[in-house]
């Protein structure tokens, strides 16, 4: 039987984010207390949160070392551009067709069109990188894949946030739970190297978003609403009433951009680990 052809798309989020917003990077980046809570702000607080990855790779391989790297989950490429600047061996993956784009704009290096739990490569790494895209893969083959893609004594970075136990509910909806996570990693013989906490430092892309949402989006939907409404107050009413649950689940999801919610329920976190044992791999 023939195997079934994966299909990948286009993230419309991510252009809107990358063209509309002018961000190069999709994660929740690192604040200092000067930051301006804007656009500007995000984007420095973002380059410092590529730095510190970045620096925390410098302690495990100088530049120009032979380590190659497999940054899964890539984005549009701005942190293998920074290794590759090094004269690292790095390589991006994502399942995303404008992310691909994107990188192959920006590096001559190997870029995998793949989701990584059904990822199949003829080599093995020396780190693989897991920035802000862990929650992404299911928990199990996350582990897995990466047994079958990791040298001996390779390292998995992580930097991503987490779901506390306690947490339910929206706040539960996404990243891995921290207790379940840590409890694979240690069936899966990895050794925690390092870890730390980064939460309180990413808390205010949070607060920018809801200072955006509550000073130009919401205001923005009430005026073309108020326009609607006195002109087409039949269509109106019932188009609300149409979209009653979407406009629901829209109020509701306004606890997701709430910084004291994520503080309560999640923690983001830099984990350094490294495969403990000698374990099988097709290729050296
Ligand atoms: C929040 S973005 C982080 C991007 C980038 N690492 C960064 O730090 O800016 C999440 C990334 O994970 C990717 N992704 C989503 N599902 C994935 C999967 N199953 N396997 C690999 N990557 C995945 C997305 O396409 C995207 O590149």
Not at 81 to 92: D, R, S, T
Not at 110 to 139: C, G, N, W
Not at 144 to 155: F, H, I, R, S
Request: hydrophobic share 40%.
């Amino acid at each position: 039987m023939a195997a079934t052809q994966e299909k990948f798309r286009k993230n419309r989020a991510l252009r809107f984010y990358n063209e509309v917003l002018g961000l190069d990077r999709l994660h929740y980046g690192l604040w200092n207390n000067s930051d301006t809570r804007n656009i500007d702000g995000l984007i420095q607080a973002q380059l410092r949160y590529e730095e510190f990855l970045s620096d925390e790779i410098d302690l495990l391989f100088p530049e120009n070392s032979a380590a190659r790297i497999l940054d899964v989950g890539c984005g549009t490429g701005a942190m293998s551009e920074a290794l590759y600047k090094k004269k690292i061996n790095v390589e991006g993956l994502s399942p995303d067709l404008y992310q691909k784009e994107l990188f192959e704009k920006r590096i001559p290096v190997p870029f995998h069109l793949a989701r990584y739990q059904t990822f199949f490569a003829e080599k093995v790494y020396d780190l693989i990188l897991m920035s802000e895209s862990a929650q992404y893969i299911p928990l199990k083959s996350l582990f897995t894949k990466t047994n079958e893609l990791l040298k001996d004594q390779g390292y998995l970075m992580v930097c991503d946030y987490f779901v506390l136990d306690q947490a339910n509910g929206k706040m539960a909806k996404s990243g891995h739970r921290l207790s379940a996570f840590m409890e694979e990693a240690n069936k899966n013989n990895y050794e925690l190297v390092k870890e730390v906490d980064i939460t309180v430092a990413v808390l205010p892309t949070l607060d920018t978003a809801k200072i955006f949402t509550e000073k130009y989006v919401l205001p923005t939907i009430d005026i073309i609403e108020e326009k609607f409404r006195e002109r087409r107050p039949f269509i109106f009413k019932t188009l609300k009433w149409i979209l009653r649950k979407k406009i629901a689940k829209a109020q509701e999801d306004m606890i997701l951009i709430d910084s004291a919610e994520f503080r309560r329920n999640k923690k983001y976190l830099f984990f350094l680990f490294r495969r403990r044992t000698i374990g099988y791999n097709n290729f050296s």
